[in-house]
């Protein structure tokens, strides 16, 4: 059974059981390719994040906090150490993590309509008051593992941020 059976039987049941308040899927499913690499220069990661060319996401440093509603990213040096980033533009999300190390771990996230996934989005609170953003929004994927296990939340990307809530 693929990803499109399976969502439409979701919202059959859904709507059976509306008490159950079961959580809304993306009306699409998706498929989704992940590529993971290590860079161990700051150059290099802002030359992944020039690449990618992004148009909302946020930059953590060791010293602050950097976030961005709009194209072009302009990247702060007033911050110290780049520590985070998760940025999108229309069909991707791009992750990096320091590791501690002297390197960072890049996650470049790339979706379109598929039928390998569900989807659905999630929100975590944040606080960005002077924006009115107080929330990040993630599309979290979910596929068949295991027959027996059903569905499993697998990858969750950052596609941009929320209203207040």
């Known amino acids: 059974m693929n990803a499109q059976e399976i969502l439409q ?23 989704l390719s992940v590529k993971i690499e290590t860079l161990t220069t700051v150059g290099s990661v802002y030359a992944a ?14 010293s602050g906090k950097q976030l961005f509603l709009k194209s072009p990213l302009e990247i702060s040096t007033d ?41 659905d989005t999630v929100k975590h609170f944040a606080s960005f008051d002077k924006t009115g953003n107080t929330t990040l929004r993630y599309l979290r994927f979910w596929k068949v593992q295991d027959g027996s296990l059903g ?13 207040k809530e």
């Open 79 to 119: 911050y110290d150490m780049l520590l985070n980033v998760e940025v999108a533009n229309s069909n991707a999300s791009l992750h990096v993590r320091y590791n501690g190390q002297g390197g960072w771990l890049v996650t470049r996230y790339d979706y379109n309509e598929g039928n390998d996934y569900l989807a």
């Open 9 to 31: 039987q979701y919202e059959t049941l859904r709507e059976a059981v509306r008490d159950a308040k079961l959580p809304t899927l993306e009306s699409k499913t998706y498929d």
């Open 151 to 163: 569905m499993n939340s697998v990858f969750a990307c950052f596609v941009g941020f929320g209203g």
């Open 49 to 62: 994040l020039d690449s990618f060319k992004p148009s909302v996401g946020w930059l953590d440093y060791q």
